[in-house]
Each structure stands twice: as structure tokens, then as C-alpha cells.
T-cell receptor, first 109, second 115 residues
Framework: QKEVEQNSGPLSVPEGAIASLNCTYS??????FFWYRQYSGKSPELIMF????GDKEDGRFTAQLNKASQYVSLLIRDSQPSDSATYLC?????????FGTGTSLTVIP | DTAVSQTPKYLVTQMGNDKSIKCEQN?????MYWYKQDSKKFLKIMFS???????INETVPNRFSPKSPDKAHLNLHINSLELGDSAVYFC??????????????FGSGTQLSVL
């Protein structure tokens, strides 16, 4: 299994703050990167994907990719209690999807 | 209308039993997967099928046998269940396995409890 590492947390932020989630990966051949959100008892749901170095914004979410550093992050602006979930980083080196262990995020009202 | 559906949602059984989980996708995808998620939320790939053919088998005990009758279905049969098999099993699908720009879509999961 290819290595994808995340800080398991838990990460707690106050409502309205920016939550920053980080992920590193070991396979330099990885080409696409994904962030999934998983609520307790539910299946993972795709919220962001990024293929090129730099930032990609979608609403309150920004994904950042640095292939040289083998690093991908997710920023959640104006965090809401409904953002409380586990966030899974996934990496596809070309033939498979490998997941990190997830970061548990709690947004405190 | 569910894109990736799997049944049953819950499965409680005794050690040593044999059980099956079924999965179907209506997204027209070519590739289907089985993932196992442990209590620490780690999602580990078990199998990957592309157009009914096995392409990935990640060191899974041979008590686990996937079967794909067509590209829209991927079932998982487990023989001689063990306590350590207790986990949530997710079926997933993506379009054209082998390309890096495709997204993965999950079923709702099957919570397997082995007593």
C-alpha cells in the first residue's frame, strides 16, 4: 500500500475560523489528489480534487498541491459546525486510489 | 437513483460462517473496488476489477473472494469469518481504471460484525 500520511487529530477550530488539513504522500509518480469528507456512520464523499501544482478553490474549500514537496492540503474557510467530520486524503499514482488515515475535525459553535 | 449501492447495510454473524456482500453501480463505470475500513478509519484497498477482470489484489486472505458477473456488479464472498474481519466494507467505482484523472465514488458501506 502506497503511503499517504495525515495528522489524525483531532483538530478543533471555532466556528468561523479557517481549518487547515495536511497530507503527505510517498509516491512521486502520483498524479491526482482528492479530499473526501466522511461523517460518522456514512460513506466518504468527494469534496475536492486537484491535479496541478498550486491552489484550487471551490466555495469555502481550497486545495493546495506542491508536488515537489509531496504535499497536499485542504483549507476550509468560515468553518461551520456542519464541517465536523473526518477528512480523508487520497492519492492516485495512476492505477489505484490510496487513502490516508484521515483527520478528525470538530468545529465548535 | 443511488449511484453505487451495496447490500446489506449491516451484517452480524458468528465466527466460521460464510457471508456475501453485493454491490451494483449505475454510473456506467468500468472499474469497481472493495475497500475495508477499520475502527481507526483507515481505508485499505482489497480488490479492484476493471471490466470484470481482477486487476488489484492487495494481500487479502484467500477467504475473501470477489466475483464480478458484469462490469456493473462486484460481489464479495467471505468464507470462515474471523473476529478480525469485523469492519466496514465499502464498494466503490470509477471510470476507466488506470487513468489518474478519474474520481472514486463510494457505496453506503456494510458494517460487518463477527461475534
Amino acid at each position: 500500500q502506497k503511503e499517504v500520511e495525515q495528522n489524525s487529530g483531532p483538530l478543533s477550530v471555532p466556528e468561523g475560523a479557517i481549518a487547515s488539513l495536511n497530507c503527505t504522500y510517498s509516491d512521486r509518480g502520483s498524479q491526482s489528489f482528492f479530499w473526501y469528507r466522511q461523517y460518522s456512520g456514512k460513506s466518504p464523499e468527494l469534496i475536492m480534487f486537484i491535479y496541478s501544482n498550486g491552489d484550487k478553490e471551490d466555495g469555502r474549500f481550497t486545495a493546495q498541491l506542491n508536488k515537489a514537496s509531496q504535499y497536499v492540503s485542504l483549507l476550509i474557510r468560515d468553518s461551520q459546525p456542519s464541517d465536523s467530520a473526518t477528512y480523508l486524503c487520497a492519492v492516485n499514482p495512476g492505477n489505484q486510489f490510496y487513502f490516508g488515515t484521515g483527520t478528525s475535525l470538530t468545529v465548535i459553535p | 437513483d443511488t449511484a453505487v449501492s451495496q447490500t446489506p447495510k449491516y451484517l452480524v454473524t458468528q465466527m466460521g460462517n460464510d457471508k456475501s456482500i453485493k454491490c451494483e453501480q449505475n454510473l456506467g463505470h468500468d472499474t469497481m473496488y472493495w475497500y475495508k475500513q477499520d475502527s481507526k478509519k483507515f481505508l485499505k484497498i482489497m480488490f479492484s476489477y476493471n471490466n470484470k477482470e481482477l486487476i488489484i489484489n492487495e494481500t487479502v486472505p484467500n477467504r475473501f473472494s470477489p466475483k464480478s458477473p458484469d462490469k456493473a456488479h462486484l460481489n464479495l464472498h467471505i468464507n470462515s469469518l474471523e473476529l478480525g474481519d469485523s469492519a466496514v466494507y465499502f464498494c466503490a467505482s470509477s471510470q476507466v481504471g488506470g487513468r489518474s484523472y478519474e474520481k472514486l465514488f463510494f457505496g453506503s458501506g456494510t458494517q460487518l460484525s463477527v461475534l
